[in-house]
């Protein structure tokens, strides 16, 4: 943990992901008299308003503007200050898009958006509270960093890392108790790396968000009841994405599965397939996701399961890749 830091990883059994960032932002606020906050009257919602209530003088709420509270962030990068814009995940990515590209993305502003209530974390609110199209939407925009933390734990890391990190940051996050995978904060978080959970040569699995957990707790069961080697590759930043570690998989695996809680055209899966089609390389692959179509409208469990991003579907899923077909000579000649 850094100097001066008061979360510690005991908080993440009992704090959401949006309690986590809040007290870590407090820390870091403490140690860096730059940063500001922002909210457009969801401070209590999206948790900020810890940072709010420690620095009433550098919080600012717009009340309900989002356009408005990104135009604000932007003046306030440009003189200067490193704002934290914080709402939830949907009214982000659509209803203040063309402010988060024009103001902020297309001047490259040192802007962070921690984007709380992401895919269908906020299912039981209806389809205009979910948000499974943000990812394709903001790993879109020129000079875009995003990150989709797995739990709590990789939350504190992607804030406190991003204050160091240059222009502007999305990091998505979900609204409830989210299991938490990681039990320490040094396992080795760097933006644009992913994290390499367990190691295999039978197949890959590439996730982000809740579905770590539950890859992780398919593939123990895989190697403990089919005998296979499963890779799982916690993909936490979408952009820059990892290419070395996707290709090494491919080569190494020649089966990959993409797991995301976000539409299937244009999250993760997409920019996995993008790398692998861009270098010539073939394997069995597969995508699952919320398929192209607006979520069901549920708890978020139950929408995990309908969708097949928890354990039981994961396993599912790696079954039925595991059966497919391919080509699985040394020789890629063939296959550019």
């Not at 993440?12 to 457009?40: F, H, N, W």
């Not at 990150?147 to 504190?156: F, H, L, M, R």
């Not at 940051?169 to 989210?178: A, L, N, P, S, T």
């Not at 593939?219 to 290419?243: C, F, Q, Y």
């Amino acid at each position: 943990m850094a100097e001066g830091l008061s979360w510690t990883v005991y908080d993440a059994d009992t704090l959401t992901q949006a309690e986590i960032y809040g007290q870590v932002l407090c820390d870091l606020g403490k140690m860096r008299p730059d940063i500001v906050g922002l909210s457009a009257d969801l401070a209590k919602s999206t948790k900020i308003g810890k940072f709010q209530d420690h620095f009433p003088d550098r919080f600012f709420n717009v009340g309900i503007a989002e356009q408005n509270l990104f135009g604000v962030a932007a003046g306030l990068a440009k003189s200067g200050l490193l704002p934290f814009v914080s709402t939830m995940a949907a009214f982000t990515a659509m209803r203040a898009a063309e402010q988060v590209r024009t103001d902020i993305c297309y001047q490259n502003l040192n802007v962070k958006i921690i984007a709380t209530h992401g895919g269908a974390s906020f299912g039981q609110a209806g389809t205009t509270h979910h948000c499974t199209e943000d990812i394709a939407i903001m790993r879109s925009f020129a000079n875009m960093t995003v990150i989709v933390p797995a739990d709590g734990i990789e939350t504190a890391n992607a804030v406190k890392q991003c204050v160091n990190w240059p222009g502007p940051v999305y990091i998505r996050i979900g609204r409830g108790f989210e299991p938490r995978y990681y039990d320490s904060e040094e396992y080795g978080f760097q933006i644009g790396k992913a994290v390499e959970l367990a190691s295999g040569t039978d197949i890959t699995l590439i996730c982000c968000g809740i579905t770590v957990f539950h890859a992780m707790e398919a593939a123990k069961i895989l190697k403990e009841n089919d005998g296979l080697s499963v890779r799982v590759l916690n993909m936490h930043t979408i952009k820059p994405l990892d290419t070395e570690a996707v290709l090494k998989a491919v080569t190494e695996t020649r089966r990959v599965i993409v797991f995301e809680e976000h539409n299937l055209i244009g999250g993760l899966g997409s920019a996995v397939a993008e790398v692998i089609a861009d270098n010539g390389k073939g394997c069995a692959f597969k995508r699952v996701g919320i398929p192209d179509c607006y979520c069901e409208v549920g708890y978020p469990e139950d929408l995990y399961t309908h969708y097949k991003l928890d354990a039981d579907g994961v396993l599912e899923t790696v079954r039925e890749v595991m059966n497919m077909d391919f080509e699985e000579d040394e020789d890629w000649e063939d296959e550019v």
